[in-house]
């Protein structure tokens, strides 16, 4: 079965930067959309940012200039490099990938998420 695994999440102070990864294991015939999502108590999730597999990207207007989503589709590895770190920026931070497994239909999968703070 397919599975997704995030990392480098962790405790910053507001302006420094953390890198996401996300890395999706399984019989994968192919990965579509791969996306950051974020929730923080109290709030539904949102969408951080997403990309294609050809690279087209769409971010959220609060990360636009700050955050940096990528892909590396021969390892089948999405990142989001985030800068400039604000306390608002805390939340658990969700990877989701569109993935067609071998023989199978595709299907949206979640990781279980990275735990993000912000705080001096």
């Known amino acids: 079965q397919v599975q997704l695994v995030e990392s480098g999440g962790g405790l910053v102070q507001p302006g420094g930067s953390l890198r996401l990864s996300c890395a999706v294991s399984?019989?994968?015939?192919?990965?579509?959309?791969m996306g950051w999502y974020r929730q923080a108590p109290g709030k539904q999730r949102e969408l951080v940012a997403s990309?294609?597999?050809?690279?087209?990207?769409n971010d959220a207007d609060f990360v636009k200039g700050r955050f940096t989503i990528s892909r590396d589709n021969a390892k089948n590895i999405v990142y989001l490099q985030m800068n400039s770190l604000k306390p608002e920026d805390t939340a658990v931070y969700y990877c989701?990938?569109?993935?067609?497994?071998?023989?199978?239909?595709?299907?949206?999968?979640w990781g279980q998420g990275t735990q993000v703070t912000v705080s001096s």
């Open positions: 989701n990938a569109e993935v067609r497994e071998l023989g199978l239909r595709r299907q949206n999968y």
């Open positions: 399984g019989s994968i015939f192919s990965i579509n959309d």
């Open positions: 990309i294609t597999r050809g690279g087209s990207t």
